[in-house]
């Protein structure tokens, strides 16, 4: 079993072998068979890039720093160096992880997201926050500003595994290749664990996928 000490970065490891020291980074891939690459989350998506025709895997750790950095079209190509994979014959597996549901992240990130990405407005939506004292007693929150109110903070939420998907189609993986799981790790704390709706205190998750021997 392969593990890596995961640093919220793009560096992807190409293995053939059991590593003497802990690699450090958010990716691992491989085409030798007999061994487990293992991804840890608790909201970030646990990434899977399967060529069958040359039986090479990789696991990736997409939060949204790595996701911004394109750790998974970056995967993409680091299979098609070390062992010719090929994107169209890519199949891609996101499982669990938090969802744009939940997924609130600050100005700073959408930032980020829009020197990188010409669709970034495509994978954030925002919401107001409601007030209903504010709704109920307008009046009471009158300012000397236009438009007259003052106006309620705005949430803005970004969504991982759009964002993800996206990188993949652009890598050249098929988009009936590309499969995500529909649940959501801040959601669904009775059945996995979220670093965010549970506080930092949790537990990981787990991604493995291997090459039998």
């Not at 993949?168 to 529909?182: C, E, I, N, Q, R």
């Not at 996995?192 to 930092?200: D, T, V």
């Amino acid at each position: 079993m392969i593990t890596l000490r995961q640093i919220h970065s793009d560096l992807i490891h190409c293995v053939s072998g059991v590593p003497e020291q802990t690699l450090v980074g958010d990716g691992i891939v491989t085409a030798a068979p007999a061994m487990l690459l293992t991804i840890q989350t608790a909201d970030c998506l646990p990434v899977i890039l399967v060529d069958i025709e040359r039986r090479a895997v990789g696991v990736f750790h997409a939060g949204w720093r790595g996701t911004v950095r394109r750790i998974v079209q970056k995967g993409v190509g680091i299979m098609r160096r070390c062992f010719g994979t090929q994107a169209r014959e890519i199949k891609a597996a996101m499982g669990p992880g938090v969802h744009k549901c939940c997924y609130q992240v600050g100005a700073e990130v959408r930032e980020q997201f829009a020197s990188q990405f010409a669709y970034a407005d495509a994978l954030f939506h925002t919401v107001k926050e409601s007030d209903l004292v504010r709704e109920k007693y307008p009046m009471l929150f009158l300012t000397a500003r236009a438009p007259g109110h003052s106006e309620l903070p705005t949430k803005v939420f970004l969504d991982l595994v759009e964002a993800n998907r996206r990188q993949l189609l652009d890598a050249g993986v098929p988009a009936k290749h590309v499969t995500a799981s529909a649940l959501c790790t801040a959601c669904r704390t009775d059945l996995l664990f979220s670093y965010r709706a549970e506080k930092g205190i949790t537990g990981r998750l787990m991604g493995v996928a291997g090459i039998k021997a």
